[in-house]
């Protein structure tokens, strides 16, 4: 090891505000997916950043360095391949549905997914609710070129130093930093090979980033590294105050996204879905409607091949919870708020979500709205479902979800759900 490389300088060079140069950025990622450069150190490091930045040149480079410490996938695949990342919020299903939508419109979707820690839930955790369902897929494209669609885990050779520092910031309090997680994000998803990609970049209580400032600046960050890497980027930025649709869980979501697949559903999930797609088909270069797609019932068809063609069978009722406790609205009014990250706790304390990695969860667990924001509601009308196979969690879980619910006299006007569209 050089004294130019040495973990202390670089650690020193970031703590005083300077610039990471291209060699330290490489040897510093390298080192510390060797096991070269101790968690201490990289943790410090974690720390400078998060307290000094980065400027786009070395995020660009950051990612770059994430990438190369694993395997980047090529896709051998006859039609153009897009995905979809979501910065994680509250009954966020959406990938169940547009995966097949999308495919079904003749563009093809690797969509690797991770699982959920605290509030947040993890896609890969939903789709373990249905009988049989494996996400370990071990010849992507293959199901790509049969299907259209993937859903699968990340291999442990993808970005492998992300999966390391992540695990690090997670316990060191430095996850909320726009360049460590732009970068975190963006290199998985190159790493996973699609041509382009378009972000769902959340904004409210329910999403990491609280502010629409935030969000914009984390969108223009994650654009940049796309660019940078030659991956075609558009990062819609969307509402995430109140959860999507009427449920946040496991098989309780699965059983809405099916919802939507056979032509009906909430509203808000068709609407994102739909908005997604079609900048996902516009990024891809096919000219289709995903909403007349949808309506035809061929996205429904592909998820069931999907969901066959790892194992999974669509067909299976999902599982039910052991326990189901009903809320009650405590007044006359209107629900005013529904707050995403209430909503999410309950769902968690439910036994939905894990508080440590490799934690189990509980695939009936979840919370079912049966009223959102803005309807109309009389004193003892059940607002919510808590389920759970663990009942003696109820409580806890019932006071996080009503220590977000509001009853107003009348209704507020809330934001929209799509805020803008960053090209
Ligand atoms: N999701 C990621 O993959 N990385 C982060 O840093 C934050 C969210």
């Not at 980065?54 to 410490?69: K, L």
């Not at 509203?267 to 000219?287: I, N, P």
Request: glycine content about 10%; overall charge negative.
């Amino acid at each position: 090891m050089t004294e130019f490389h040495s973990a202390v300088d670089v650690i020193r060079t970031k703590r005083d505000g300077g610039r990471l140069s291209n060699e330290q950025i490489d040897w510093v990622i390298d080192a510390y997916t060797r096991g070269e450069v101790a968690p201490e150190q990289m943790s410090a490091l974690a720390m400078a950043i998060f307290l000094r930045g980065m400027d786009a040149e070395e995020i660009s480079r950051w990612t770059a360095a994430m990438i190369a410490s694993g395997e980047r996938l090529t896709l051998d695949v006859d039609r153009p391949t897009v995905d979809k990342h979501s910065t994680g919020g509250v009954g966020d299903k959406i990938t169940l549905i547009l995966a097949p939508l999308v495919a079904a419109c003749g563009a093809a979707v690797p969509q690797l997914s991770g699982r959920g820690l605290g509030h947040t839930g993890g896609t890969l955790d939903k789709l373990e609710s249905i009988p049989g369902w494996s996400g370990d897929v071990p010849d992507l494209a293959a199901q790509l070129r049969e299907v259209g669609a993937v859903i699968a885990a990340a291999s442990a050779n993808l970005a492998p130093a992300d999966r390391k520092l992540y695990a690090l910031r997670d316990v060191t309090s430095t996850v909320e930093s726009i360049p460590l997680i732009a970068s975190s994000i963006m290199s998985k998803k190159i790493a996973s090979g699609p041509e382009s990609l378009v972000l769902d970049v959340k904004v409210g209580s329910g999403a990491f980033m609280k502010t629409r400032q935030q969000a914009t600046e984390l969108a223009r960050t994650m654009l940049a590294i796309g660019q940078a890497h030659g991956v075609a980027t558009t990062a819609v930025l969307t509402d995430m105050s109140t959860p999507l649709g009427r449920t946040a869980g496991n098989a309780v979501e699965v059983a809405e996204a099916v919802e939507v697949l056979q032509g009906g559903g909430p509203q808000d999930v068709v609407e994102l879905t739909v908005v997604l797609a079609r900048e996902m088909l516009a990024l891809a270069g096919l000219d289709v409607d995903p909403a007349k797609v949808l309506a035809s019932g061929e996205a429904y068809e592909v998820w069931g091949r999907m969901i066959r063609a790892q194992g999974g069978d669509p067909d299976a009722p999902l599982p039910r919870p052991e326990h189901v406790e009903v809320v009650t609205a405590a007044q006359d009014g209107v629900l005013a708020t529904v707050d995403a990250l209430a909503v999410g706790v309950a769902a968690w304390r439910l036994g939905a979500g894990r508080a440590a990695p490799g934690d189990a969860v509980q695939s009936a667990a979840g919370v079912k709205l049966l009223a959102t924001r803005g309807d109309t509601v009389a004193t003892g009308q059940p607002i919510a479902e808590l389920h759970t196979d663990t009942p003696d969690v109820v409580p806890a879980a019932r006071q996080a979800l009503l220590e977000g619910i509001k009853i107003a006299e009348r209704a507020e006007e809330n934001s929209p759900l799509v805020l803008d569209v960053l090209r």
